[in-house]
């Protein structure tokens, strides 16, 4: 499978405060969490971004609080990908368990601008950019199948299915 | 592989709770949980998620808490509901529910009642490292990693590789275990022990009371730890009651090894906005405080506001200056009452709350506006964290808060020590 979209670019330590700051955790209405989605960095982030895009960013990304609302944000708001030089660990379970693809990348920051349109390819791990291919490691097998099956909900339902008799 | 081989204490609780007799760093394991937690902040989204699955029955309800800590008592109608929610369910399956009046930093009441040595502990919050500090292995997760503890009662881990801090010697009047980590993370950096284990050991650690040896476990994850912990010993077992010892081989293999000399270190700030920013307070006094806050899963203990008090006795607040204080838990709150602590700050001119979180996350008791200044003893400094992204927040040691909030910008507390002068 190869999925490509434009670059939004970000740096080190984007914390979850800044993804999506507590003020708007306490609410039923889910739809607002991608409306403000990494405001504390870029106000008019959520206006501009489309679905199918990308985020590139540093090391680090994701740290901070357990808010699993940082991923649905992020998720929700159409990111398809967040490619970076390593995630904070409670983040990356999140995402995985949300089923948003996330990949750790050495290197990344470095071959990618703002805007920039990257191709990757989850089959062979490698991502393509405008300044050279570059490989990173798959996920182990069984995380990969929660992502696959969109997350650990629907990962959850169908193991439940498959064991009924 | 060589069987010998050490294990740490990491290792050694994670291949007990997945049946194993040996595990190394960077295999996977699935761990039978002992204990989980979840609060009103992660506690709707989780039940959220089992109402997705289809199915909402705990696998052990004995084994579930649930923690009102974050907005309590309901400051909105929305947390209201959102409480309500949680308590139908706690209810529902009977499960232990720390309500209004029974409320606290969930840390702090999972330390005094609920995790002893040896536990494998998850709780729905990132600072759930805290807990530690009592020889468990414990750690944050996300809502949707809690649903599948509270259906199976199990946790797939990524063992950890173990990063040590042997902390010798003793400290200095007027510093802290605050200023200790504060330290740790300014020289390691907010990613220095990414998905790592941080054991802090050495005479340092044994000498420092189990409120130190909490405070400096619970900002593990301001370094990207998965978790902090320290070798039970007799303290612990004190403190606990009961556990089982679970201790690092002598002959353990750690990633990496840092000696940290504790006569070395002077009061510390975390600047704004990273929790890494860190300088020592001396060479940045000065600064105009509107705020300061004492209290959080950090610095919300006893012995925290022990320190607050012997500065603040018989002093006043600064006429601008908004002194907050928040102890974390009852039992913390009742106790600073029999010794005088209460009214020591409410005569210095602070405002003591209920137990609680309180401004630390920006959601309730001493939210910041646009351009404020807050002094806080809490974890974490980023953008927007207290409220106001345009505030700016600087993380310090009770010591440093108290003697900042009688002087209304930011000082180095040995001042107050007969140390400095």
């Known amino acids: ?160 299915k498959g064991s009924a008799p | 592989m060589v069987i010998s081989m050490g294990m740490t204490i990491s290792e050694k609780i994670l291949a007990k709770a997945s049946g194993r007799k040996y595990v190394t760093p960077g295999e996977y394991v699935v761990g039978k949980i002992d204990l989980a937690m979840i609060h009103d902040l992660t506690g709707p989204l989780t039940l959220n998620v089992l109402k997705q699955v289809g199915y909402e029955k705990p696998w052990n309800s004995d084994k ?100 040590r801090f042997e902390l010798k010697g003793d400290l200095k009047l007027g510093v802290s275990a605050k200023d200790v980590i504060l330290y740790i993370i300014g020289m390691v950096g907010a990613d220095g022990a990414l998905y790592c284990a941080v054991e802090f050991s050495g005479d340092g650690i044994r000498k420092m009371s189990i409120d130190s040896r909490l405070t400096i476990c619970n900002m593990a994850v301001e370094m990207g730890a998965k978790t902090g912990i320290v070798d039970p010993d007799e ?33 510390q700030v975390a600047l704004p906005h990273s929790v890494d920013n860190v300088k020592p307070v001396s060479e940045v006094e000065g600064i105009e405080v509107d705020q300061v806050f004492i209290g959080s899963c950090t610095n919300g203990r006893l012995e925290d506001l022990e320190a607050a008090a012997e500065i603040l006795k018989g002093r006043k607040v600064w006429k601008d200056t908004r002194l907050i204080i928040i102890p974390a838990s009852p039992r913390v709150y009742m106790e600073a009452e029999r010794r005088g602590y209460i009214r020591t700050f409410i005569e210095a001119g602070a405002v003591v709350c209920n137990p609680n979180c309180g401004p630390c996350l920006g959601g309730h008791m001493g939210i910041l506006a646009d351009d404020e200044v807050c002094v806080s003893t809490s974890n974490r400094n980023f953008v927007g964290r207290m409220g106001s992204p345009k505030s700016k927040v600087y993380l310090v040691s009770p010591q440093t808060a108290a003697a900042t909030a009688v002087e209304g910008k930011l000082v180095d507390p040995r001042r107050y020590m007969g140390d400095m002068k």
Not at chain 1, 59 to 67: D, I, L, P, V
């Open chain 1, 1 to 160: 499978m190869i999925i490509s979209g434009r670059v939004w670019k970000f740096g080190d330590d984007i914390d979850t405060d800044v993804i999506i700051p507590a003020k708007y955790l306490r609410s039923v209405d889910k739809s607002i969490w991608p409306k403000h989605v990494l405001e504390g960095i870029d106000p008019t982030f959520s206006s501009k971004v489309k679905s199918g895009d990308i985020i590139v960013a540093g090391k680090n990304f994701g740290c901070g609080s357990s808010r699993e609302q940082a991923v649905l944000a992020i998720k929700w708001a159409g990111i398809s990908a967040i490619v970076a030089e390593s995630f904070a660990r409670i983040f990356f379970r999140n995402g995985i368990n949300n089923g948003l693809l996330l990949i750790e990348c050495k290197g990344i920051s470095n071959a990618v601008d703002n805007g920039d349109v990257i191709e990757i390819n989850l089959n062979e791990g490698i991502i393509k950019t405008k300044r050279g291919i570059l490989k990173y490691k798959p996920l182990p097998q069984f995380l990969q199948e929660i992502l696959n099956s969109g997350g650990l909900v629907e990962y959850y339902k169908k193991k439940i």
């Open chain 2, 64 to 163: 579930i808490v649930i923690i009102f800590d974050h907005q309590v008592p309901a400051n909105s109608t929305i947390t209201a509901e959102l409480q309500k929610q949680l308590r139908k369910y706690a209810k529902k399956y009977g499960i232990k529910l720390h309500d209004v009046g029974r409320q606290g930093i969930c840390h702090q009441i999972l330390a005094e009642e609920y995790v002893k040595p040896g536990m494998l502990v998850v709780g729905a919050d990132s600072h759930t490292c805290t807990l530690g500090a009592l020889g468990a292995f414990a750690t944050g997760i996300g809502s949707t990693d809690m649903a599948a503890v509270i259906l199976t009662g199990e946790l797939w881990f990524r063992v950890p590789e173990s990063i």
């Open chain 2, 235 to 267: 303290k612990t077992m004190e403190y606990c009651g009961t556990g089982e010892i679970i201790e690092s081989d002598k002959d353990a293999e750690y990633y990496k090894e840092f000696e940290i000399n504790l006569n070395e270190i002077i009061p």
